[in-house]
């Protein structure tokens, strides 16, 4: 008989900007908005991680583009949130970007919302930074409303 097994999964959406690191002066927005999803709550116990799926836009490189990836969700005992996923950018290659968010309980707010990142090629060198923020006025609301509990199919 299968283990009865439970979740929940939410959206979130970041916004910000990046630059390449060939062209440090050039600003230009980046933003993703994805889903985390997590099947069986006992398996996020163990290893505070959910799935990433969604899209990620990168003004002038990435436009649109279906992402898949990770979300450690530590935020109480190690303090991180750690996202990491993939993309096919308009050249056709793979990236993949790695940001952080370190919780800090003297700056709770700040820290829960400001994501700093990376994006890194195929062969693993960075080529871009990235800052993104979630937006308390207008996407608190949005988040709290996404948040579901994921049951398995009772037949």
């Known amino acids: 008989m299968d283990t ?3 979740g929940f999964k939410f959206e979130e959406k970041l916004t910000g900007t990046y630059h390449l690191l060939s062209r440090p002066e050039e600003e230009k927005a980046f ?3 994805a889903q985390a999803a997590v099947a069986n709550v006992v ?3 163990q290893d505070m991680s959910a799935t990433l799926q969604g899209t990620v836009e990168m003004e002038g490189f990435a436009d649109q583009a279906p992402l898949s990836g990770s979300l ?3 935020p109480l ?3 991180v949130l750690r996202y990491q996923f993939t993309f096919v950018a308009n050249d056709g290659k793979t ?3 790695a940001g952080q968010k370190d919780i800090q ?3 709770l707010p700040g820290s829960m919302t400001t ?3 990376a994006v890194y090629d195929e062969s693993g060198n960075e080529i871009a930074r990235v800052l993104t923020r979630f937006d308390l006025g207008s996407d608190l609301v949005p988040f709290l409303l996404s948040w579901r509990p994921v049951l398995p199919f009772l037949g």
């Open 31 to 33: 933003s993703f908005t």
């Open 95 to 97: 990236y993949r970007f």
């Open 4 to 6: 009865f097994k439970a």
């Open 115 to 117: 994501l700093p990142g």
């Open 43 to 45: 398996k996020y116990l």
């Open 77 to 79: 005992f190690g303090r």
């Open 105 to 107: 309980l003297l700056d």
């Open 72 to 74: 450690e969700l530590n």
